[in-house]
C-alpha cells in the first residue's frame, strides 16, 4: 500500500475490512482514504531516524563537555555549568517554535533543534563520573609517568565514563521520539504528506467518537515503542552496572 495514496470512496472503513478492490486494511482507513497500517510504518522512519540522530548530537556534545568539564575544572567547569543553567531556563517548546518558524519544519531542522537543547544530561552525567574517575589511581598513575591530558582523557577515562552515557543515550532515545510526536502533532514536525506518528494523531483527534482507530493505533504505536526503549534501557543498566543487582 502507498502510504500517501487517497480513495476518498474507502474513506473511514473499519479495522478488518476491504475496499471495493478486495485488499484488506487490518488496522482500517483514514478520512482520506489512506491505509492506517501502511501509514504507521513509514512513520516509524522519521520517528527512529529523529531519535537516533538527535541523540547522536547532543550524546556527543554533552560527552565532550563533560569530559572537559569533570576533567579540568576550574573556570572551564564553572562556564559550561553556568551555559547549562541558562540551556535549562529555556522551555524547550518555546525554543522550538522560534527555531522552527524562522528555519521552516523539516527533517534536518528538527534534528538539531533537538539535538543541540539536550545535551545537558549527557555532560552532567559524565562530569559526575569524571569527578570520581580523575582521582582514581590508574589516572593519577598515567600523569606521574607523563601521559598528556589527551591521553589521560581519552585512554583512561573515556572508556570508563563510556558505560552511564551509553544507558542515558538509550533513555533519553524514548524522550526524543516524543518529543519528534509532540512537534508533529503540534503542526511543528515533519510535514505532509509524508506520514509521522504525531501528525496521524492530530488528524484522528477530529474523528475519535466516530472512527477510533484513527487516533488509536498511531497511539499504541508511540506507547509501545517507548515503553520498549525503556525496558531495553532499564535492562542494559542493570547489566552494565552490576551494583545495582540485588
Do not use: C, K
Not at 486494511?25 to 512513520?43: E, K, N, P, S, V
Not at 565514563?161 to 503542526?187: H, K, Q
Not at 498511531?218 to 545495582?244: C, E, K, Q, S, Y
Request: charge should be neutral.
Amino acid at each position: 500500500y502507498d502510504p500517501t495514496e487517497q480513495d476518498i470512496t474507502n474513506r473511514l472503513r473499519a479495522p478488518g475490512s476491504q475496499d471495493a478492490a478486495g485488499r484488506a486494511h487490518l488496522f482500517g482507513t483514514d478520512h482520506l482514504g489512506r491505509d492506517i497500517l501502511a501509514r504507521m510504518i513509514f512513520g516509524a522512519r522519521p520517528a527512529l531516524m529523529v531519535g537516533f540522530a538527535a541523540v547522536a548530537i547532543s550524546g556527543v556534545l554533552g560527552m565532550m563537555v563533560g569530559l572537559l568539564s569533570g576533567y579540568f575544572g576550574g573556570r572551564i567547569d564553572d562556564v559550561f555549568m553556568r551555559l547549562a543553567d541558562v540551556q535549562l531556563a529555556f522551555p524547550f517548546i518555546l525554543l522550538a517554535i522560534a527555531v522552527i518558524g524562522v528555519l521552516g519544519p523539516s527533517l534536518p531542522v528538527i534534528i538539531v533543534v533537538i539535538g543541540v537543547s539536550s545535551w545537558v544530561v549527557y555532560a552532567r552525567v559524565v562530569r559526575g563520573a569524571v569527578l570520581s574517575l580523575r582521582e582514581r589511581e590508574f589516572v593519577q598513575a598515567a600523569r606521574a609517568l607523563g601521559s598528556r591530558d589527551g591521553r589521560v582523557l581519552l585512554r583512561h577515562i573515556l572508556p570508563n565514563a563510556f558505560t552511564p552515557w551509553l544507558v542515558v543515550a538509550t533513555l533519553d532515545m524514548a524522550r526524543v521520539i516524543v518529543i519528534e510526536s509532540a512537534l508533529s502533532f503540534l503542526g511543528l514536525g515533519v510535514q505532509p504528506p509524508t506520514p509521522t506518528w504525531g501528525g496521524m494523531l492530530a488528524d484522528g483527534r477530529v474523528y475519535i467518537s466516530t472512527a477510533w482507530w484513527l487516533a488509536t493505533f498511531p497511539g499504541l504505536a508511540i506507547l509501545v515503542t517507548v515503553l520498549g526503549i525503556n525496558l531495553f534501557g532499564d535492562g542494559l543498566r542493570d547489566t552494565l552496572d552490576p551494583r545495582l543487582t540485588v
